[in-house]
């Protein structure tokens, strides 16, 4: 049983890649979403984690060849199995958001570069507004002084000035944190594509510490049947799992040849 | 697609400004050094110049708030990825409890020649590697562990900076659209004020100080004798309604008007027709309906008048706007709570 789960575990592996693949196709809401393949891989980890504390106890009060040795540590590996998969499932979900992220920002910095002229024609426009809004404010001026009438729309334009000199000093706002943003952007590819690289190790990591799990399952396993061979080799079922091993024989009774 | 749609949508409004403000700059660029030379004619050329004004305000707002819109919906376009610490349970106590006991085994039958026994210190001996294997392991995965939970803090601190830029870059592009708005209404203000003050020093209307150097002669009957508006009659009479795009209010919005100007010896009426939005969950009456009726003044922003369909009173402005076909509407009553008593807005010429 647990060689079979070995075998199997690359393609659950794989199930989990699909299954994520689908999942942020659809909403990130429900049972696929990222914090419930998280409450999924806790509760599988806990599940394992009391199965395989107690393993050990539990065995040490079973004769070797009590069926229930073998079902044990089934038990055991199967937990674990499902521990791996619900981990696979949930890392699998985080690096394809992370590479959406990844791309989504590609995305946002590729426009923000292209724009980062714009913010400086907008503070180039506004200054020429002011100065604009100010030279005619002084050409009305000159004005005043043979049409008194005129001080009323002159004062206007003084008002008009002083909004012109807020929308100027708002735009060279805008253009000095627009250079800052593609900085800072940039900086944020950097480190999503850094953590990209992170989750795929963790992955890796996870599909690794499952495998060594699994093969000392087996070696558990194949332990359990040579202490049963031991006792009683009529009802050792099954050859050790690890690497198989030649049919013992019953050593020869001591001091005769075989 | 969409990212796409959202270029040009940017790019097409920058491009209506700039055109916008070239047109407006190049309309009458000595307005301001002519204002006391130019006389009557200054009024005309301050209304153009006040409609391409107009034009350019309403563009730049427009670009403004695509700008804003756009920034704020690249601000949303990096979520957070939100990932969890992974809560793996130490098992280094747990791995070298069976290390100590699998190499005891080991040592314990290390000697017994029995072939069984041998089989089963092979077994150990290979369970104790896959332990030593999960015991390698477990630093690899904690390392792991701990280089998704630097990394991913590192690019959420990187992503929160960034959008908290966006926030500003958005509310900074918001204001400087309300200020523009705000700008755009001073000028129109300007342009009506540069034209009127121009009028005025052109034909006085009234004078308690004859003038010493004017003959008696040349002075003009004033209008205010003949009760004649100083704007052609046009810029009041005729059919106006509310402006589906660039339109312009104050206060209560308007989501339609209708306004009808007869002028019969001087004297004009009318009936206005408009429907006004409401503030969500108001269930007050959005519609008003009146009628005027009044003597034509000699200036130049006409008042009337009014009883609404309700019956209440009021007065009605009617104010010629920066252009020929434009009039402001500026109107108030003393009707009941739950309907519209004050309105202001811009109408166009039908």
Redesign the interface.
């Known amino acids: 049983m647990v060689p079979a789960v070995r075998r199997r575990l690359p393609w659950l592996a794989l199930i989990a890649c699909f299954a994520a693949a689908a999942a942020l196709r659809a909403q990130d809401t429900g049972t696929n979403s990222?914090?419930a393949l998280?409450d999924a891989?806790?509760k599988r980890?806990a599940e394992w984690?009391s199965l395989?504390?107690s393993l050990?106890p539990r065995l040490v009060r079973l004769l070797p060849c009590d069926p229930r040795v073998r079902t044990s540590v089934e038990e055991v590996a199967k937990a674990a199995d499902s521990r791996t998969v619900a981990?696979t499932s949930?890392w699998n979900m985080?690096s394809i958001?992370?590479k959406a992220?990844v791309e989504?920002?590609r995305?946002?910095v590729a426009?923000?570069e292209a724009?980062g002229e714009?913010w400086s024609k907008n503070r180039t426009?506004a200054e020429q507004e002011l100065a604009?809004t100010s030279a005619?404010?002084a050409?009305?001026k000159?004005?005043v002084q043979?049409?008194p009438?005129?001080a009323?729309?002159q004062k206007?334009?003084e008002?008009?000035a002083a909004?012109?000199q807020?929308?100027a000093a708002?735009?060279q706002?805008?253009a000095t944190?627009?250079g800052?943003?593609v900085a800072?952007?940039r900086?944020?590819l950097t480190?999503?594509q850094?953590?990209q690289?992170?989750?795929d190790?963790?992955l890796?990591?996870?599909s690794?510490?499952g495998q060594?799990?699994s093969?000392?399952y087996?070696?558990?396993q194949?332990?359990a049947q040579?202490?049963c061979?031991?006792i009683n080799p009529a009802a050792a079922t099954a050859p050790?799992a690890?690497?198989p091993?030649a049919p013992?024989?019953?050593?020869n009774p001591t001091g005769t040849k075989p | 697609m969409r990212?796409a749609l959202a270029?040009l949508l940017?790019a097409s409004a920058?491009l209506a400004q700039?055109e916008a403000?070239e047109s407006w700059?190049k309309t009458d660029p000595n307005?301001?050094?002519d204002?006391?030379?130019a006389g009557a004619t200054l009024g005309a050329r301050a209304d153009k110049a006040a409609a391409e004004a107009a034009k350019y305000f309403a563009a730049q707002k427009a670009s403004l708030d695509t700008l804003a819109k756009d920034t704020a919906q690249?601000a949303s376009?990096?979520?957070p990825?939100?990932?969890?610490p992974?809560?793996?349970?130490n098992l280094d106590a747990?791995l070298a409890r069976?290390t100590t006991?699998l190499s005891s085994s080991i040592d314990t039958i290390a000697r017994d020649p029995?072939?069984?026994?041998q089989?089963?210190r092979?077994?150990?001996e290979?369970?104790r590697?896959?332990?030593a294997?999960?015991s390698a392991?477990?630093k690899?995965?904690q390392t792991?562990?701990e280089?998704?939970a630097?990394?991913?803090a590192?690019?959420e601190?990187?992503?929160v900076?960034?959008m908290e830029?966006?926030r500003?870059?958005t509310a900074?592009?918001q204001?400087?659209a309300q200020?523009?708005e705000?700008?755009g209404t001073?000028?129109a203000?300007?342009y009506r004020?540069?034209s009127?003050?121009?009028r005025?020093?052109a034909v006085p209307v009234t004078s308690s100080v004859p003038a010493p150097s004017s003959p008696p002669v040349a002075i003009p009957p004033t209008p205010v004798a003949r009760n004649i508006p100083p704007v052609p009659l046009s810029r009041y009479v005729g059919s106006w309604t509310y402006p589906t795009v660039g339109a312009h209010f104050h206060g209560a919005q308007p989501l339609s008007a209708d306004l009808v100007v007869q002028d019969e010896n001087g004297r004009a009426s009318g009936t206005l027709s408009a429907r006004f939005k409401l503030p969500p969950g108001d269930a007050g009456n959005p519609v008003v309906q009146f009628t005027f009726e009044g003597a034509l003044q000699s200036s130049r922003d006409q008042t009337f008048a009014v009883t609404t369909s309700g019956g209440a009173k009021g007065t009605l402005e009617l104010i010629p706007g920066p252009a020929f076909n434009l009039l402001e509407v500026n109107f108030s009553t003393d009707g009941k709570p739950g309907t519209i008593r004050q309105g202001n807005f811009l109408l166009v010429k039908k």
């Open positions: 990222l914090p998280q891989a806790a980890t984690s395989n504390t050990e981990l949930y985080a958001r992370s992220q989504a920002i995305g946002v426009r923000e724009r714009d426009q604009a005619q404010s050409a009305l000159a004005s043979q049409v009438a005129l009323g729309p206007t334009l008002s008009i909004t012109d807020l929308l708002q735009a706002g805008r944190d627009g800052l943003l800072d952007l900086e944020l480190s999503a850094t953590r690289s992170a989750i190790e963790q890796k990591s996870v690794a510490e060594r799990w093969a000392y087996a070696a558990r194949a332990r040579v202490e061979f031991i050790p690890v690497r091993l013992a024989p019953r050593p | 990212r270029v940017v920058a700039q403000r700059r307005l301001e050094r204002a006391a030379t690249k376009a990096v979520p990825l939100n990932l969890r992974e809560t793996s349970p747990y069976q006991v029995d072939r069984g026994i089989q089963l092979q077994a150990l290979r369970e590697a896959a332990v294997g999960l392991g477990s690899g995965s792991a562990r280089a998704v630097q990394t991913a590192s690019a601190q990187a992503r900076r960034t830029l966006y500003k870059l900074s592009l204001q400087s200020l523009t705000q700008a001073a000028w203000g300007y004020s540069l009127d003050a121009a005025s020093a």
